[in-house]
């Protein structure tokens, strides 16, 4: 049984598996912070933006670019919520990393998503989530 700051991620998450990505912005709090490592850049350092639109044409790049994550993992405390997630194929992109898996740690409060930051590994996440 999850808890409901994991259930609206994995909601939100089932939508854009679905294609559908006006409903998984209904679970995005409008004023989001996004932070994400720069794609195609050896040291990539974090790139901070605001807001659903922002994030919302970076997926549908992601999806022209045949990109479909899958969820492997969600562990949620508090109001953080890891996702682990294999995207096949975004090793091509990701020159600092050689595995096609991405570890985001997403920020719910209010029943609202209002924060997510990829981060480089699983212990990077762990850490960001305060999880030991």
């Known amino acids: 049984m999850c808890n409901l700051n994991e259930w609206i991620v994995r909601e939100a998450f089932r939508a854009y598996e679905r294609g559908d ?3 998984m912005m209904d679970y995005v709090d409008p004023e989001l912070e996004w932070t994400h490592l720069e794609p195609g850049v050896e040291d990539p350092q974090p790139q901070t933006c605001r807001g659903r639109e ?4 970076v997926l549908r790049l992601q999806a022209g670019l045949n990109l479909r994550s899958e969820l ?4 949620a405390n508090g ?6 997630m294999r995207t096949p194929g ?16 997403v920020t719910v ?4 998503i209002v924060g997510l930051q990829s981060c480089c590994d699983r212990s990077e996440a762990r ?3 305060g999880i030991v």
């Open 54 to 57: 922002e994030l919302e044409k």
């Open 109 to 112: 409060r209010d029943e609202m």
């Open 72 to 75: 492997e993992q969600v562990i």
């Open 21 to 23: 990505i006006a409903r």
């Open 90 to 105: 975004i090793s091509r992109y990701r020159p600092w990393h050689d595995n096609d898996r991405t570890y985001d740690v």
């Open 127 to 129: 850490s960001l989530a």
């Open 79 to 84: 109001e953080k919520v890891i996702l682990v």
